[in-house]
C-alpha cells in the first residue's frame, strides 16, 4: 500500500511563503509522475505541478513564477515551494503519485490571509 504524507501547510499572510512535503513510502522514482494538486473552498481539484521521473516539469498558470516543485530522492520527498501567495492559493493542497494506480495523500490545509 503505497502512502503519501503531506505537511508544511499553515495560515500566511498575502506576499508571504510556504513550503509544502509530501513523503512517499517507497522510492519516488517508481512515480511516472508526482504532482501537487489543490481543492479551493467550494471548488474542484486542480493540477499545481507535476515532475515526471525524467525531471520534466509542468505548472498551472495561475502559479508559474511563483511556484516551484522539486524532490529529494534520497529522502523520497517532493516539495513544492510556494512564494508570493495570494488569497486565491487558498485550498486544500494534495500531493499525488501515479504509475500505474493513482495515490493521493490525505492533504494539508494552506490559508492567506488579505
Known amino acids: 500500500q503505497v502512502q503519501l504524507v503531506e505537511s508544511g501547510g499553515g495560515l500566511v499572510q498575502a506576499g508571504g511563503s510556504l513550503r509544502l512535503s509530501c513523503a512517499a513510502s517507497?522510492?519516488?522514482?517508481?512515480?511516472?509522475?508526482m504532482g501537487w494538486y489543490r481543492q479551493p473552498p467550494g471548488k474542484q481539484r486542480e493540477l499545481v505541478a507535476r515532475?515526471?521521473?525524467?525531471?520534466?516539469?509542468n505548472y498551472a498558470d495561475s502559479v508559474k513564477g511563483r511556484f516551484t516543485i522539486s524532490r529529494d530522492t534520497a529522502k523520497n520527498t517532493v516539495y513544492l515551494q510556494m512564494n508570493n501567495l495570494k488569497p486565491e492559493d487558498t485550498a486544500v493542497y494534495y500531493c499525488?503519485?501515479?504509475?500505474?494506480?493513482?495515490?493521493w495523500g490525505q492533504g494539508t490545509q494552506v490559508t492567506v490571509s488579505s
Open positions: 499525488n503519485g501515479n504509475d500505474y494506480g493513482n495515490y
Open positions: 517507497r522510492t519516488i522514482f517508481s512515480f511516472n509522475t
Open positions: 515532475i515526471t521521473r525524467s525531471s520534466s516539469t
